[in-house]
């Protein structure tokens, strides 16, 4: 029995020494944190948001706590400090038990607004209890910190003056936490994730067999071998529609949809894959089609079928797409990892395909669109410059759930027509750009189209867009009411704390089902290309019956 007596004293001495601010504080923010945002939360992955919300919190109040006394103000003392701190604890306490108790209502009534089954009541005790571990293991962290930077701070001392040392000490400690953190961790992770994204693209979906079409990427005759396009590339060559489908629903003639696909395998940088899409797109005659579609793809790879099958419905088929990898890993990653590649290559490829398109007589080329969802949104934008186009621009641009560092979204946003929401503005006269969402608002504008067009479709609840950095310290404008139908109306701004929810948000913003959050439906697709491109051929009964019951 002694013996478990040390051990003992060592935890109580370590709760101990917790500050009383910075819990008091900590437990707040942990309490805010249960408040729902964008995406509705598993109790591990809120336990681990409850956690770093309550570290921050923490850390917060130790550093309101240590300017306080270096400021030199008045502090509280002994009986009436006692009991303002241990009224602010159970005043805490109560907030955090409540919110506990609340925090499957709320999880609940935002699941049921994106139609997901509910959660069961056993989740806040998982919780918290991720949350506390969470917590303990960033304190020790820290603590582990200021042991080395006090133990190189004294040494430093006995060859520098004093403040020089502690200076030093700080920073030689930041550097070799940074190290360990970034290139032990960060980079283990980030090594881990490629080479798991990468054996999945490798991978060879039973679906997604050699095509025996010579029209086909990775088919007989074509430039491109079908085992390095990837899994991804793969099967967004092999997806239906195909011409029999498009004919048997539409009950008119149909073209075999044209789609050219370059893997990252494929070349061995950028220009070259653009150059291999090029010459497949002239190998297939792409180029006599009525529409062309440069498709930027997310981080993945991957094209989404939902807009693909709706385009390829909308045009009958007469349109030919072609797309381009950059990246294994999924896009959060692959902005974190390498935000720059994929911009090269969206450039490389909008370049070589623009450049040919424009050397063509105007009366004998195709029509000419650029579309890329989440990270793809964001590349296809910068795909090229107001100069680069001005004198011969492309059609059209369809960017759905873009990222909120796009830089046309960002400015058009800021400067919509006052009384406009933010997350579905209107633009001046709605003849350049438009916004849509579940609700088809494309055609609610004072002014018909102009020549260029450009579709932002985008789900209020779609955190990839509206995730706002300054969320820190401001409410962002589209947590201004109205809300948008899909947001949870308990949403609340809490400063710094709604910053790491949206932050998490973002991690898991395709949870949703579709229609909600980052995961777009066929039935918003078709609104958003029919809009683009006039849907030749089609009513607006027709266009219903193909949301209704189109793939």
Known sequence: MPLSFPPLRLVAAFFSSLSSTGLILGTLFFAASLTPSLVPRSPLIQGA?????????????????????????????????????GVAAVVCSVAAAATLWWSTGWQNRLRDLMGMPAVDGAGPFTLAVMALALFLLIVL?????????????????????????????????SVLFWNIGNG??????????????????GLFDEASTRPQDPLKTGGPGSLLSWSDLGRQGRYMVSAAPDRERIAEFTGSPALEPLRVYVGLNSADSPQARAA???????????????NLVIVTPTGTGWVDPESQSALEYVLQGDVATVSVQYSYLASWIALLADPDYGVETARAVFSAVYDHWRSLPEDARPRLYLHGLSLGALNSNLSHDLHQVIGDPYHGALWSGPPFNTPTWRVVTADRNPGTPAWLPQFRDGSVIRFTSQHNALEDTPAPWGPYRVVFLQYASDAVTFFEPSALWRRPDWMQPPLGPDVAPDLRWIPVVSAVQLAFDVMFAVEPPKGYGHTYAF???????ASLTDAPGWSAEALDRLKRDGP
């Open 49 to 85: 948001l409850g956690g770093l919300c309550l570290a921050a919190g923490y850390g917060i109040g130790v550093l309101l706590r240590l300017a306080w006394a270096a400021l030199g103000l008045p502090s509280a003392q002994g009986r009436a400090h006692r009991i303002v701190l």
């Open 141 to 173: 962290v820290c603590r582990l910190f200021g042991l080395v930077a006090r133990r190189l701070s004294v040494r430093l001392a006995r060859h520098v003056p004093g403040p020089t040392a502690a200076l030093l000490a700080l920073v030689v400690t």
């Open 184 to 201: 032990l961790l960060v980079q283990g992770v980030m090594r881990a994730l490629d080479g798991t994204y990468r054996e999945l693209d």
């Open 276 to 290: 291999l899409a090029l010459a497949e797109l002239k190998r297939i005659d792409a180029f006599s089609r009525s």
């Open 523 to 529: 039935e918003h697709y078709v609104d958003a290309w």
